[in-house]
């Protein structure tokens, strides 16, 4: 008997590599979900908002490469999905969407939750369509899934209600992906070139973003053997560890005193996996030579002077061989002992005294966390202050690092380590977050009680939007309605079935985030943190500081 669409759909996925789909049953996906039931290839995790399905879709995607997948219905459920599915597009994660739609007689009547997918999805799919003839099914599926793949995007198919349910006379067609660009190598002569501009440079760095995270060992020896200083993207946080004494941190507003220096005072800067976007932070005068193994991101944001199309890891392998071989010079030991200076100065700032009584220095919390977190723990973080100490005083080592990067949501912590548990159930799971992100989505702590996937959340609450506040007085605007009232959120984690702890005191950190990461089971570590920390970029500007100085004597004067 022929194949239902449905059943051609998850042939498809399975073939594909999908191991689960995240999302909410409903009226117009039931026909889907009824044969995934009966499919047990293919797991169907129920979360409690869509949002978070695809935020936890991209993340599983980003974490693996894998195609991740969610589901929602017509109207509502579908446009849940929508800021997941950005955050995919953004930091080019490969997923598929896949929605239901009202019955064929009702399209184009304004029916009841009605809502003009394609048009929805138009911006933000790459791939995206709406199956209406069941004979499409096989193509159309194999299509989706194989342009997430292969251009790293996000893909939508969408069905009318009873279109799961009708028969294919097609044969299952799906095919293989030999994606040849991910291990393109350049050309010797261009190899050479490049070599020839490190050879002849006297200040070279490196730039490197999360398109460079699977190239780890090949980065460190070519920065090792060309004496060359390693900065890092914020998503790309994690392509060497923070140890290595070439490292510099991070750059731009969230980044590290060092990596400025040193990007300032470089005559080559060599970008790998990175199309990083914010021109003020890279070099005036110096060099670019850009490695990316798609030829339309090179030169996108920024002019350069060399380009190398091919993928990260061969490609440094490739570079390396004809780099030649030096010691640390004047520049290194500068930006080094800067470094140093930098480390200490972050440490002593962690871990300044306080009275037992005065809420928690957040930096201590992201500095302790580094300490006992398992060197391979994986560390999903929102946006907001927390990722601003997160981004500083977590060293990493062999962690992972999953961000919201290029979209910045809020809410995005929690759903991402979940998403980390799923793949990587050996390795401990930690979401540190805010209060203001964490409420966004703390719903779906159910979710990772009620399947047994025990994450550990650590909830920095100041109780406030902190980094709105931040921004408003860098501006030269008093602070407004960024003020939060809280619930305790120790008592909802037991009562969601989990444990919970409050913290208050400074001396109370490391023994209670110990206790929370040694529990079989979810946790909620919620630890009040002084609301008057700021979030300080690593320069100031003096238009940054007279902004702030204005903010503070308009509240002062309660105008």
Not at 167 to 187: C, E, F, G, L, W
Request: hydrophobic fraction near 45%.
């Amino acid at each position: 008997m022929a194949k239902t669409v449905a059943e051609v759909l998850w042939d498809v996925l399975a073939f594909h590599g999908v191991e689960q789909v995240f999302g909410i049953p409903g009226d117009s996906i039931d026909l889907l979900l009824e044969s995934l039931h009966r499919d047990r290839r293919i797991r169907f995790v129920q979360v409690r908002h869509e949002e978070a399905g695809a935020f936890m879709a991209s993340a599983y995607a980003k974490k693996t490469g894998k195609l991740g997948v969610c589901m929602g219905t017509a109207g509502p459920g579908a446009i849940h999905l929508l800021n997941g599915l950005y955050d995919a597009k953004l930091d080019h994660a490969p997923v598929l969407a896949i929605t239901g739609q009202v019955g064929l007689p009702y399209l184009g009547t304004d029916f009841f939750q009605e809502v003009d997918l394609l048009s929805l999805f138009g911006n933000v799919a790459l791939y995206n369509y709406q199956v209406i003839d069941p004979n499409q099914i096989s193509v159309m599926a194999d299509l989706a899934c194989r342009q997430s793949l292969v251009k790293r995007g996000v893909t939508h198919l969408s069905f009318p209600f009873e279109v799961p349910r009708m028969r294919t006379k097609n044969p299952v067609r799906h095919y293989s992906i030999v994606n040849h660009a991910r291990d393109s190598v350049p050309t010797d002569d261009v190899l050479k070139e490049a070599a020839d501009r490190i050879n002849a440079s006297e200040r070279p760095v490196m730039l490197a973003g999360r398109g460079a995270l699977g190239a780890r060992s090949e980065l460190v020896k070519l920065a090792e053997r060309a004496s060359m200083p390693v900065i890092y993207t914020l998503p790309g946080k994690g392509v060497i560890a923070d140890e290595h004494p070439l490292t510099m941190g991070g750059l731009g507003l969230l980044g590290a005193k060092p990596a400025h220096t040193a990007m300032e005072h470089a005559d080559l800067c060599l970008l790998v996996g990175t199309n990083y976007p914010y021109l003020e932070f890279l070099p005036d005068k110096a060099d670019i030579i850009q490695i990316d193994w798609e030829a339309s991101q090179i030169g996108r944001r920024h002019l350069v002077d060399l380009g190398l199309v091919g993928s990260a890891e061969p490609t440094l392998k490739a570079l390396t061989e004809h780099v030649t071989a030096r010691g640390p010079s004047a520049f290194v030991d500068r930006v080094t002992k800067e470094r140093r200076a930098w480390l200490e100065a972050l440490s002593e700032r962690a871990y300044a005294k306080r009275p037992a009584a005065s809420p928690v220095n957040p930096q201590m919390v992201a500095s302790s966390l580094s300490n006992l977190a398992d060197h391979d723990a994986n560390i999903a973080v929102d946006v907001g202050n927390v990722l601003v100490w997160m981004a500083r005083n977590f060293r990493i080592k062999d962690h992972g690092w999953l961000v919201s990067a290029w979209l910045g949501s809020m809410g995005f912590g929690l759903p991402a380590a979940i998403a980390a548990k799923i793949a990587e159930p050996e390795r401990q799971s930690i979401a540190v977050v805010g209060d203001g992100g964490f409420a966004m989505t703390m719903a779906d702590f159910v979710t990772s009680i009620k399947y047994g996937w025990p994450v550990t959340v650590v909830l920095l609450n100041n109780g406030r939007l902190g980094m709105i506040k931040f921004e408003q007085e860098v501006h030269g605007m008093p602070e407004f309605a960024t003020s939060l009232d809280n619930p305790d959120f120790a008592a909802y984690a037991e009562a969601a079935g989990g444990r919970g702890y409050s913290v208050r005191r400074p001396d109370e950190v490391e023994d209670t985030l110990k206790e929370a990461l040694a529990s079989d089971t979810s946790t909620i570590v919620d630890i009040y943190v002084d609301p008057e920390e700021k979030p300080l970029p690593p320069r100031i500007s003096f238009d940054q500081a007279a902004g702030y100085a204005e903010a503070l004597f308009r509240e002062t004067l309660g105008v």
